[in-house]
């Protein structure tokens, strides 16, 4: 007999216990979107620092000298308007549109303590790597501007 820790939910293939360890494995950092944009930007001649904790947020990128920093973000997690990929669980959809809304308010947050500290924020979705001229194009412009 199964107990319901053990059984997957319905909508679910895997149980709550395979689950909770495929999302364990999920890091807050050098994730794949992230990479390609650093290795981007390295290839074309941008020099940055990594996660800085002392400034809101811990951005993905930074650019001290600029004062810009850059936010790979999952369109999932962070609720990509418009985007496919940000679909809500079917399984215990309270806990999820609170830890969504959780993450949209401390992204603002987030953002807007940088900005009153004089910094320029960009974010890059993680749908957005693909196209990887028009990420150039959008690179080089937020880090070329004044």
Request: with cysteine; charged share 30%; proline share 8%.
């Amino acid at each position: 007999m199964t107990t319901p820790r053990h059984r997957p939910p319905e909508g679910d293939v895997l149980s709550p216990m395979q689950r909770s360890a495929l999302m364990a494995r999920i890091g807050p950092k050098d994730s794949k979107p992230e990479m390609i944009v650093r290795r981007l930007l390295h290839r074309i001649g941008y020099r940055y620092r990594l996660h800085r904790r002392d400034l809101p947020g811990t951005p993905d990128i930074v650019f001290p000298s600029k004062r810009k920093v850059v936010f790979v973000h999952g369109c999932f997690w962070h609720r990509h308007p418009g985007c496919r990929a940000a679909s809500m669980p079917k399984t215990r959809p309270e806990f999820w549109q609170r830890k969504f809304h959780d993450n949209i308010e401390r992204d603002a947050r987030n953002i807007m303590q940088l900005s009153d500290q004089g910094w320029k924020s960009l974010i890059i979705w993680s749908c957005e790597i693909g196209d990887t001229e028009t990420l150039m194009v959008k690179l080089r412009y937020f880090l070329d501007e004044s």
